[in-house]
């Protein structure tokens, strides 16, 4: 059982930086993978970035390549995306989620964090 509790969303203005968190709670936490969506309004959620826990290899869609970071805490059972850069298209909810095994799609999801990004 794992529960993801998501924070550092707001509002920032276009060419600013947020860095959002995704915290597990649980017994243990070493998932197979982290990875990050987001979904604006009227508009299906998409794949933003991912790492795998263990090895640290990491993938971004490429709308975000070279101004996203995906990263993560052991110590602090906490994946990061830090984003810098930002646009107004990315403007949306943002939501991590973990891959528990590898053999299984993302099966626990943090409860959503909106990102503003004004113009």
């Known amino acids: 059982q794992v529960q993801l509790v998501q924070s550092g969303g707001g509002l920032v203005q276009a060419g600013g930086s947020l860095r959002l968190s995704c915290a597990a709670s649980g017994r243990t936490f070493s998932p197979y993978g982290v990875g990050w969506f987001r979904q604006a309004p009227g508009k299906e959620r998409e794949f933003v970035a991912r790492i795998n826990w263990s090895g640290g290899f990491t993938w971004y869609a490429d709308s975000v390549k070279g101004r996203f970071t995906v990263s993560r805490d052991n110590a602090k059972n906490t994946g990061y995306l830090q984003m810098n850069s930002l646009k107004p298209e990315d403007t949306a909810v943002y939501y991590c989620?973990?891959?528990?095994?590898?053999?299984?799609?993302?099966?626990?999801w943090g409860q959503g964090t909106q990102v503003t990004v004004s113009s």
């Open positions: 989620a973990v891959q528990e095994r590898a053999t299984v799609n993302y099966n626990y």
